[in-house]
T-cell receptor, first 114, second 108 residues
Framework: NAGVTQTPKFQVLKTGQSMTLQCAQD?????MSWYRQDPGMGLRLIHY???????DQGEVPNGYNVSRSTTEDFPLRLLSAAPSQTSVYFC?????????????FGDGTRLSIL | RKEVEQDPGPFNVPEGATVAFNCTYS??????FFWYRQDCRKEPKLLMS???SGNEDGRFTAQLNRASQYISLLIRDSKLSDSATYLC?????????FGKGTRLHILP
């Protein structure tokens, strides 16, 4: 079972470049979310989606865009990368109402912005 | 007050000892509470849910105190493999909020 798949696993960007972090899940989960994890800061919620066509902001949404055109995919876009966005990014999904269900995480994407 | 607060540790505990962590949360309307475990450079994984009446899973016991707005995790007979960061997780409406985590080192 694939579960939650994130690509790429590692990426180095230059300041100002754009890129999309991919996240796909094969569990037919309604809820998907993106977190970033920085040393000493824990996981911080960037954006989340309660179902296809619905997205909302988390704690730290600035500089990131998301869309949810299908149940399976929830890409995260950096329009103009900044060094402050250097982090480890985790995508997660859960079935039904997320607040009652465990989150299933991908392996993470390690992103460095030079 | 931060939404979810944890003592960052590290807790250095000899193998076989009992260790307890607390986590406080600010939103009195929160309904769901979890403990996750995260190993170094790995993704978080669910350890256990926390129920109002308290619950146990083997050596792990979780409790919820709604009046004081904190949850706790007790680990008995600690093993070397318990070394990890333990994350407290609370919902705020549809948002799932993670604490910064408590690092635990089990010493041989």
């Amino acid at each position: 079972n694939a579960g939650v798949t994130q690509t790429p696993k590692f990426q180095v960007l230059k300041t100002g470049q754009s890129m999309t972090l991919q996240c796909a899940q094969d569990m037919n989960h309604e809820y998907m979310s993106w977190y970033r994890q920085d040393p000493g800061m824990g996981l911080r919620l960037i954006h989340y989606s309660v179902g296809a066509g619905i997205t909302d902001q988390g704690e730290v949404p600035n500089g990131y865009n998301v869309s949810r055109s299908t149940t399976e995919d929830f890409p995260l876009r950096l329009l103009s990368a900044a060094p402050s966005q250097t982090s480890v990014y985790f995508c997660a999904s859960s079935e039904g109402q997320a607040k009652y269900q465990p989150q299933h995480f991908g392996d993470g994407t390690r992103l460095s912005i030079l | 007050r931060k939404e979810v607060e944890q003592d960052p540790g590290p807790f250095n505990v000899p193998e076989g000892a009992t260790v307890a962590f607390n986590c406080t949360y600010s939103n009195s309307a929160s309904q769901s509470f979890f403990w996750y475990r995260q190993d170094c450079r790995k993704e978080p994984k669910l350890l256990m849910s926390v129920y109002s009446s308290g619950n146990e899973d083997g050596r792990f016991t979780a409790q919820l105190n709604r009046a004081s707005q904190y949850i706790s995790l007790l680990i008995r007979d600690s093993k070397l493999s318990d070394s990890a960061t333990y994350l407290c997780v609370v919902n705020k409406d549809d948002k799932i909020i993670f604490g910064k985590g408590t690092r635990l080192h089990i010493l041989p």
